[in-house]
């Protein structure tokens, strides 16, 4: 008797036991979905909100565990997200498989949308078998998808429509991966000629050597200064291409060239023209002078005494201080130069050539007004693009296909958010 009664007391101390530490288990996963940084809600098989925590009502803004509950849900989803929310319901009810994680776009209580990332899977609560849905807030990366994107088709379309071609080289062996459309108007070309081919045959043969030798400097991943090159058009002619170069970097690592190439075929020849106008400089349309060492005028032609009047250039006497000093950096290396000046509202070009013998230097220029005012729309235009990124109020933090920062404007240095390191890792799947 006394053995079965101390067996049905160890029994029921067993069950209390169990009972209890059910209890806590129960008590301590409810503690873990209050304090979750996530949203969370328990839900049952027909979609009925058993609980939901905190965080879940910060997202939504609602003051409390009612307000969700009574609060239609057409009311808390965009009309797209309530039309899937509907299919996926539907799906539901004929028992037919649905992908746990998904995203939805919600409306808060005060109107603004926010973006969620969402993961159901089966729980039990209170005993029975229901479903934990997990919400984590993913607005910001959104945006930050969203500007990159907007990014990246804002450069689509600058290289689209760039009057320059615009080309990248793999590194590996000078080959054509980019070229833009500015390059089949430039040399006759069509891209599908040359894309997956070599440079070396669009580049006359006697500035290979340089074309060789700045391209490898930048394949080192280090700057150079701009070049000339002249280059093969499908007409056989050569055109003379201004060259400007940078190492195109990914993941630290130089996999090529990315570069720039401007038409200046016409501004050479008009340089060579000024040289061949200067033989008759009475008889030039545009400003010719000759300028002594020591900076006293000896020569000005009727066109440079008229278009630069407000400079009262008088021979026999001190020109201007930049004309002055052009001339003294000519007179001491030996070498040409190219001033530009303004004046008047017009832009005149100067090729500054000394005669180091005779004591004096000769400018002869040229008006390039109109290519001034085409370079300046263009820096216009790109100052626009930055300024936008720059400047918007709104915290936008860029980041590439693998979640990995690339820049962010100043409104997100400003929030007093901690900023994150350029390369760092945001976001991931």
Do not use: C
Not at 12 to 26: F, G, I, M, T
Not at 153 to 174: F, H, K, M, Q, W
Not at 341 to 364: I, K, M, T, W
């Amino acid at each position: 008797m006394t053995k079965k009664k101390t067996d049905h007391d160890d029994s029921a101390d067993l069950r209390k036991r169990a009972e209890e530490a059910l209890r806590q288990a129960e008590e301590n996963f409810r503690r873990s979905l209050d304090e979750s940084p996530l949203g969370m809600r328990i839900v049952s098989a027909d979609g009925e909100t058993l609980y939901a925590n905190r965080a879940i009502l910060d997202i939504y803004g609602y003051a409390g565990f009612e307000e969700l509950k009574t609060t239609p849900i057409k009311k808390r989803y965009t009309p797209e997200s309530y039309a899937e929310f509907q299919i996926r319901l539907e799906k539901r009810r004929r028992g037919e498989y649905l992908p746990s994680k998904y995203e939805v776009s919600i409306v808060r209580k005060n109107g603004e949308v926010r973006h969620l990332q969402v993961f159901r899977k089966e729980t039990f609560w209170n005993g029975e078998a229901q479903y934990q849905v997990l919400y984590d807030d993913i607005t910001e990366r959104k945006r930050a998808e969203e500007a990159l994107r907007e990014s990246e088709e804002r450069y689509r379309r600058l290289v689209e429509t760039a009057p320059e071609v615009i080309y990248n080289l793999s590194a590996e062996d000078g080959t054509i991966t980019l070229l833009n459309p500015a390059f089949e108007r430039i040399t006759g070309w069509s891209r599908a000629e040359w894309l997956g081919k070599p440079f070396m045959p669009l580049v006359h043969p006697d500035d290979l050597t340089l074309a060789m030798e700045t391209f490898q400097q930048v394949s080192r991943g280090e700057a150079t200064p701009p070049y000339e090159l002249r280059i093969l058009s499908k007409s056989g002619e050569y055109f003379i291409g201004e060259f400007t170069s940078f190492p195109h970097i990914e993941k630290r690592k130089v996999i090529g060239e990315f570069g720039i190439a401007r038409d200046i075929t016409e501004r050479k020849k008009a340089e060579k023209e000024i040289q061949n106008l200067a033989k008759f400089p009475s008889e030039n349309p545009n400003p010719v002078l000759r300028i002594a060492r020591d900076g006293l005028l000896l020569y000005v032609n009727e066109a440079g005494v008229r278009q630069l009047a407000d400079l009262h250039l008088q021979v026999g006497r001190a020109t201007p201080p930049m004309l002055r000093e052009v001339v003294f950096q000519v007179m001491e290396n030996g070498s040409a130069q190219v001033l530009d000046l303004e004046h008047r509202e017009r832009a005149y070009s100067f090729f500054v050539a000394p005669v180091v013998d005779a004591g004096y230097a000769d400018l002869y220029g040229l008006d390039i007004t109109e290519r001034k005012r085409a370079e300046a729309e263009l820096i216009e235009r790109e100052g626009f693009n930055f300024a936008l990124f720059e400047y918007n109020p709104i915290q936008t933090v860029v980041v590439d296909l693998e979640g990995k920062v690339i820049k962010f404007n100043l409104a997100k240095k400003k929030s007093g958010d901690r900023l994150p390191n350029i390369g760092d890792t945001m976001y991931k799947d």
